[in-house]
């Protein structure tokens, strides 16, 4: 089956910057879209960022401006540049696939933490 593989989290000043990767085992061209959530203690998974197949990009408002995903098709590899950090964006983040002609994300990795000290 599809697996997709998240590296790169750790630990961060605030302030700092940090870039995830989310390994796919097929081509990411395949799903309409790919996306990066995260959760952290005590909240319910909540939406980060989505670029869906044609390259366009969505942002949750709390990362806007800070947060960019990205892909690279050759490496089945989707990122997450992450900057200017601060301590509420500590959180386990998940990547995620949506498989064409579904509407919803049903494919995810097992999740990176990030953790951002004051």
């Known amino acids: 089956q599809v697996q997709l593989v998240e590296s790169g989290g750790g630990l961060v000043e605030a302030g700092g910057s940090l870039r995830l990767s989310c390994e796919v085992s097929a081509s990411i061209l395949g799903f309409s879209a790919m996306g990066w959530y995260r959760q952290a203690p005590g909240n319910e998974r909540e939406w980060v960022a989505t670029?869906?197949?044609?390259?366009?990009?969505t942002y949750a408002d709390a990362v806007t401006g800070r947060f960019t995903i990205s892909r690279d098709s050759a490496k089945n590899t989707v990122y997450l540049q992450m900057r200017l950090l601060i301590p509420e964006d500590t959180a386990v983040y998940y990547c995620?696939?949506?498989?064409?002609?579904?509407?919803?994300?049903?494919?995810w990795g097992q999740g990176t933490q990030v953790t951002v000290s004051s």
């Open positions: 995620a696939a949506r498989r064409r002609g579904r509407s919803s994300y049903e494919v």
């Open positions: 670029i869906i197949s044609d390259g366009r990009t």
